[in-house]
């Protein structure tokens, strides 16, 4: 259920639940209303147990994304150190290399 139509329907439940009580219904006991509010409350439990599921979910999410952001920068940085450490030893490559050349003629 998209998080759109699941607040419509909260909003729908609101409506409704606003609508009962402010009935002054005349065959309406306290029983009945006391049952009412209590599966009212146990609804809105409900609905709040999801609201903080999902929020688990999400900041699960987040604290993953950040693990795999964590290690791609560090990738990143260990592939430029490699890279930078490459160009140096191929510069003292060619430097001996031209060193050899020189002195062997």
């Known amino acids: 259920m998209t998080r759109r139509k699941k607040k419509d329907e909260e ?3 609101e409506d409704k ?4 009580l402010s009935k002054n ?10 049952q009412y509010l ?3 409350l146990e609804t809105k439990n409900e609905i709040i147990l ?10 699960n999410e987040i604290r ?3 693990e795999h952001y964590e290690l791609i920068i560090n990738s990143i940085v260990d592939k ?11 510069e003292r490559v060619e ?6 050349l020189i002195h062997s003629l």
């Not at 639940?17 to 009962?20: K, L, P, V």
């Not at 430029?80 to 191929?90: A, Q, R, V, W, Y």
């Open 11 to 13: 909003e729908q439940q």
């Open 17 to 20: 639940d606003e609508s009962y």
């Open 25 to 34: 219904n005349a065959n309406t006991t306290i029983e009945q209303e006391v």
């Open 38 to 40: 209590k599966k009212l």
């Open 50 to 59: 999801d609201k903080e599921r999902y929020i688990n979910q999400l900041v």
């Open 64 to 66: 993953r994304l950040q």
């Open 80 to 90: 430029e150190t490699i890279i930078t450490s490459l160009g140096k030893i191929n």
């Open 95 to 100: 430097k001996n290399r031209s060193y050899y």
